[in-house]
């Protein structure tokens, strides 16, 4: 099973500033990675797939890159509806398909 | 509009059963994969199960094999998770979402508490 991880737990980011969230997988997935967002109470939403294809809908600020086992998602200029979780995701080798543990994105 | 709506949820003894649903709109339920997954309180996403288009190939993660059946009616555009022996670590809103390696939409999610 390959593990995900992802780092920091938690980033306290001002509104305007730049996120920078990473996830490193136990062995190499490629680019077979994908980002999500959960907000409190709601479902995950897919934001990024195949490590920087966005999401139908997903504004150009969020950015995702890496390959192997570092992945990094950018969120520029954060917005308040873009504080929330984020989970990372490995879709090469399964079963299973593995989550990271999150990071949480907080107003600083 | 691509909708998923999952149902069935509820609170049930340690060593009871529960039947989960997903009722699909918006495409063409018959086409796609379709992906069960869980989140227990206060943490992470856990990938449970998946079905293929008809039905065919099926994998279960180790942490509720022998113990959940996924199915599906794509006359009924409609996804299943027979879920039984139930325990505490169980807790959890059940997501089920929309094709394999990427999921692309999920439902809200339906909860499901075990205890005494």
């Known amino acids: 099973e390959i593990v995900m991880t992802q780092s920091p737990a938690t980033l306290s980011v001002s509104p305007g500033e730049r996120a920078t969230l990473s996830c490193r997988a136990s062995q190499s997935v490629s680019t077979n990675l994908a980002w999500y967002q959960q907000k409190p109470g709601q479902a995950p939403r897919l934001l990024i797939y195949g490590t920087s294809t966005r999401a139908t809908g997903i504004p150009a600020r969020f950015s995702g890159s890496g390959s192997g086992t570092e992945f990094t998602l950018t969120i520029n200029s954060l917005q308040s509806e873009d504080f929330a979780l984020y989970y990372c995701q490995q879709y090469n080798n399964w079963p299973p398909w593995t989550f990271g543990h999150g990071t949480k994105v907080e107003i600083k | 509009q691509v909708q998923l709506v999952e149902s069935g949820g509820g609170l049930v003894k340690p060593g009871g059963s529960l039947r989960l649903s997903c009722a699909a709109s918006?495409?063409?339920?018959?086409?796609?994969?379709m992906s069960w997954i869980r989140q227990a309180p206060g943490k992470g996403l856990e990938w449970l199960s998946y079905i293929s288009s008809s039905g065919s190939s099926i994998f279960y993660a180790d942490s509720m094999k022998g113990r959940i059946t996924i199915s599906r009616d794509n006359s009924k555009n409609s996804l299943f998770l027979q879920m039984n022996s139930l325990r505490a670590e169980d807790t959890a809103v059940y997501y089920c979402?929309?094709?394999?390696?990427?999921?692309?939409?999920w439902g809200q999610g339906t909860t499901v508490t075990v205890s005494s």
């Open positions: 979402a929309k094709d394999r390696d990427v999921f692309d939409i």
């Open positions: 918006g495409f063409t339920f018959s086409d796609h994969y």
